[in-house]
């Protein structure tokens, strides 16, 4: 970490984040703050393509909108959860909401941080980090 609390831009070097957000703006916004601190990032649309990547590579976290009004975020977990270990089910999983009465939903139903927007980029470096260190 730098001075002030500012992350480096190599603070997530050799992190692998997988990002899911059906909007364009939003997840390369994302995309953008993860790869500015030196992670390697695949960005997505959809759940299906999330856990189709999710069979050929594991990543070591990922970052999901969670501000949609259906069940797909927490579909997309439970999916997640539900795979093997070493098949990526104990990923580090962050979701990203508009609102902070989300965070309690989220954690309950298997997301291990909430983020709310607009995001502090740091402070989601600072959360990958942390999940990925303890």
Known sequence: MGRD???SLESLNG???LVVDTE????ALVSGILRYCGALVTPVDT???ALSIMELLKPDVVIVDFSRPDDGP????R???ALKPEEGGMVAAVAVGDDAEGAALARSRGYDAYVIRPLDPWGLCRIVSRLLTT
């Open 74 to 77: 927490i579909a997309f977990i």
């Open 15 to 17: 992190i692998y984040a």
């Open 79 to 81: 999916r997640v959860r």
């Open 5 to 7: 609390g500012i992350y």
């Open 47 to 49: 759940a299906e393509s």
């Open 24 to 27: 364009k703006e939003r997840r």
